[in-house]
């Protein structure tokens, strides 16, 4: 009888393996890119509750996909990575990078024997350089009424819902944040914009993850504790740690711990003994005191460092700040305050003042930031809907578009629907078999944006920025008609797509775990 402790492995070789992992791969991108563009389509899928759920998002039509034959599905989980990273660097364009990533494996299966494997990589590798370089030169600064497009475009082409989000976006200005409310329930979509500070710097450990879907940390009405100095026991912050227990506050804590007391924190909050965060200290060198002494002018924490004097084994309530709420994802924090007090009125001022005599440097990017944290300001997105069904759904769009538009108001946009990438293939010169596939695939988009419309394409060359719109079915300056994408987004789609595919066409061998059934006892 089979041991349960061992995992019999299953085999696949050459074109066998290859053939399976792409049959995995076209069923997720068959699912997932019926929904690109404007005219996309929405998807039922079932939860693993068996409940169905309707949404138009990519990210959550490819995470539902699982497929029985296990090396189809490795196939599938390969695309699904480059997407997630997609998402995680852009916030936006998984449905495009799985576009991309099936049509470079679909030509290179096509095109197979008529050049060796390490010069097609070689060529579509330096292909993806030079498209790259051609986006960021066609690009434009956001600005105006065009964030309100970046977002409606990214929320399905919801006009409404853009309006909103790029209401947010203008409220808060350039040292603003936007988010969404996780737990809205009202049915009307509504902005509130209140004071706060962004810091550059997320949850140090994924057990505090307080909201498993959007895998971030909110805390309510938090106290905060700030310390420059490494913490390497839990008995430093112990009496901490009991003040907010035996208050029932959540904690904050910004600073850095060591393995101890990480851990004992980490089985405190999975033990449901405190709501708890651990964020490290933003900056470097010296920069990190101002930014940790901006900090404690919004909390009113104490800035406890041993480098000045001060003893962490000392470390009392009365040294505690506190913020309206906390907000964690893996990159960013978030800091909701009551006021701007005095205090940090004063810092902004000194800062204003020392930027105004300084020419664009390392010194004034770092003061920028500092500014940022002083002087930002939080806009709360809640979201309205008739029905947890369609409440979901249109978060997933919010988010998003919030996601998608920071990523334009960031970088700049190019022209949408896809052009963007037609013009940089006929931008690039047909030398090679590797170019030849890579030309063809980032054409896929667009072609696929106008199949979803019902619309047929034609090998035509439009000129620079013009494009269909699927909506009228004419051509058009796709920027000047509102049609346009963050670049960012294009660019992280294409990059990822082009690594997981070249990764892809070298395999020969798939090992997989054999599923019940498979092997005879």
Not at 164 to 181: R, S, T
Not at 214 to 229: E, R, W, Y
Not at 314 to 336: F, H, R
Not at 363 to 381: D, F, M, W
Request: proline share 3%.
């Amino acid at each position: 009888m089979q041991n349960p402790q061992v995992i019999v492995k299953n085999l696949n070789f050459g074109q066998d393996a290859k053939g399976k992992v792409f049959a995995g791969i076209d069923k997720l991108t068959q699912a997932v890119s019926s929904t690109l563009g404007a005219s996309g389509k929405c998807v039922i899928l079932e939860d693993f509750m068996g409940r169905p759920m309707i949404t138009k998002d990519g990210v959550t039509v490819a995470s539902s996909v699982n497929l029985q034959d296990p090396v189809e599905n490795i196939g599938a989980t390969l695309i699904k990575e480059a997407s997630r990273k997609t998402v995680s660097e852009a916030g936006d364009g998984t449905t495009t990078a799985t576009v991309l990533a099936h049509a470079l494996l679909q030509h290179a299966k096509d095109s197979e024997g008529k050049d060796s494997l390490r010069n097609v990589k070689k060529d579509i590798q330096k292909c993806c350089n030079d498209t790259v370089k051609y986006l960021e030169k066609i690009a434009v600064p956001v600005e105006g009424d065009m964030i309100d497009q970046v977002a409606s475009i990214s929320s399905n082409n919801d006009k409404e819902l853009g309006s909103i989000i790029g209401q947010a976006f203008k409220q808060v200005g350039k040292n603003g944040v936007v988010l969404m409310d996780n737990d809205s329930k009202s049915e009307e979509t509504t902005v509130n914009v209140v004071t706060g500070s962004q810091i550059n710097q997320g949850y140090a450990n994924p057990n505090f993850v307080t909201n498993v879907a959007k895998q971030d940390v909110t805390l309510d009405n938090p106290l905060v504790l700030l310390v420059s100095s490494p913490i390497t026991t839990v008995r430093k912050i112990q009496i901490v740690l009991e003040y907010a227990i035996e208050k029932n506050r959540p904690l904050l804590i910004i600073g850095q711990l060591e393995q101890q007391p990480m851990a004992a924190v980490v089985m405190n909050k999975i033990k449901g003994n405190i709501k708890i965060n651990v964020v490290a200290p933003p900056g470097f060198n010296f920069w990190k005191k101002d930014f940790l002494d901006d900090i404690a002018a919004v909390t009113g924490a104490t800035h406890i460092s041993e480098e000045f004097g001060d003893d962490i084994d000392l470390i009392t309530p009365e040294m505690l700040g506190e913020c309206e709420q906390a907000v964690s994802d893996n990159k960013t924090t978030v800091l909701k305050i009551k006021e701007v007090s005095d205090k940090v009125k004063d810092r902004i001022k000194s800062i204003e003042d020392q930027l105004k005599d300084l020419k664009p440097s390392m010194k004034t990017e770092k003061l920028q930031e500092r500014l940022g944290i002083l002087s930002g300001n939080v806009a709360v997105i809640s979201v309205g809907a008739n029905s947890d069904v369609e409440l979901k759904e249109k978060k997933d769009r919010v988010d998003d578009a919030i996601h998608a538009t920071k990523a334009a108001i960031k970088e700049g946009i190019v022209p949408g629907g896809g052009v963007a990438l037609l013009n940089a293939a006929n931008n690039l010169k047909n030398k090679s078999e590797g170019s030849n596939i890579f030309i063809n695939a980032i054409k896929h988009p667009y072609k696929k944006i106008l199949e979803n419309a019902g619309i047929e394409y034609d090998d035509s060359v439009y000129s620079k920025g013009k494009g269909i719109n699927v909506v009228t079915g004419k051509t058009v300056n796709m920027i000047k008609e509102g049609i346009i994408d963050p670049l960012l987004v294009t660019k992280s789609a294409l990059i990822n797509a082009v690594s997981v595919a070249k990764t892809i066409m070298s395999t020969d061998c798939v090992i997989s775990n054999m599923r019940e059934g498979q092997w005879k006892q």
